[in-house]
């Protein structure tokens, strides 16, 4: 999906990389898609894509903000209500995708209201 350029030009590079998603964000949405699993650093890659190179830093930095924990070779979601809060909007968003279908981006921004036109 195309980018406009201002977008382009102000938006970190690790935010235009994965359809938009940081890597953090990827690997805590696969983590609370499965609040009641715990997977393998490589398991955690291949299913969010996330590089070789990247995904121990990743999971490691995740750890250091409570985000995940691990014991052993496994990981999973941290214990934090927030970490409870965000797994249940997901949960939510998930069902409400499937009875609704899923939101269109573009739709979204077409009838956004600019803040320019607010004044």
Not at 56 to 75: A, C, I, P, T
């Amino acid at each position: 999906m195309p980018i406009d350029v201002e977008t382009f030009e102000s938006a970190p590079e690790d935010r235009l990389q994965n359809g938009g998603e940081t890597n953090a964000e990827r690997v805590m949405r696969f983590l609370a898609a499965h609040p009641d699993q715990a997977f393998m650093q490589s398991e955690i890659r291949d299913a969010t894509d996330v590089k070789a190179g990247s995904i121990s830093v990743v999971l490691s930095r995740l750890e250091d903000r409570n985000l995940v924990r691990h014991k052993g070779n496994y990981w999973t979601l941290g214990e934090d209500e927030d970490i409870a809060a965000y797994s249940s909007m997901l949960e939510s968003t998930r069902a409400a995708n499937d009875r609704f279908g899923e939101e269109d981006m573009d739709e979204w921004v077409e009838h956004a209201v600019d803040d320019e036109d607010q004044e």
